[in-house]
Nanobody
Framework: QVQLVESGGGSVQAGGSLRLSCAAS????????MAWFRQAPGKEREFVAA????????SYADSVKGRFTISRDNGKNTVYLQMHSLKPEDTAVYYC??????????????????????WGQGTRVTVSS
């Protein structure tokens, strides 16, 4: 199991920026594809962005393309989500997830939350208008 700890959430005004971090435990954490999901109040959890184990491949939800950037530093076992031009509709709890069984990028189905094995506790992002 991989333990994931998110940080970096907070409250910002529309148009602002935040950088979320996800620190993963374990020597093998750098081998796994990782993703960010989010869940707004009263809504289902939705895919935000994913990154392959090497960082060479990334994917984004249409709603965040051009505004969010996912990256990773395998030396630090940390995945980041840089968020710019934040909108009120980005308000949500953001979760980091790890694919320990290599089911996502191998199938191209990185949008599917059910294929991720480990989840963090989430970090809250609030964007005010």
């Amino acid at each position: 199991q991989v333990q994931l700890v998110e940080s970096g959430g907070g409250s910002v005004q529309a148009g602002g920026s935040l950088r979320l971090s996800c620190a993963a435990s374990g020597r093998t954490a750098s081998r796994y594809a990782m993703a960010w999901f989010r869940q707004a109040p009263g809504k289902e959890r939705e895919f935000v962005a994913a990154i392959s184990w090497s960082g060479g491949s990334t994917s984004y939800a249409d709603s965040v393309k051009g505004r969010f950037t996912i990256s990773r530093d395998n030396g630090k076992n940390t995945v980041y989500l840089q968020m710019h031009s934040l909108k009120p509709e980005d308000t949500a709890v953001y979760y980091c997830a790890a694919d320990r069984q290599f089911r996502t990028y191998s199938s191209g189905n990185y949008y599917n939350s059910g294929l991720y094995d480990d989840w963090g506790q989430g970090t809250r992002v609030t964007v005010s208008s």
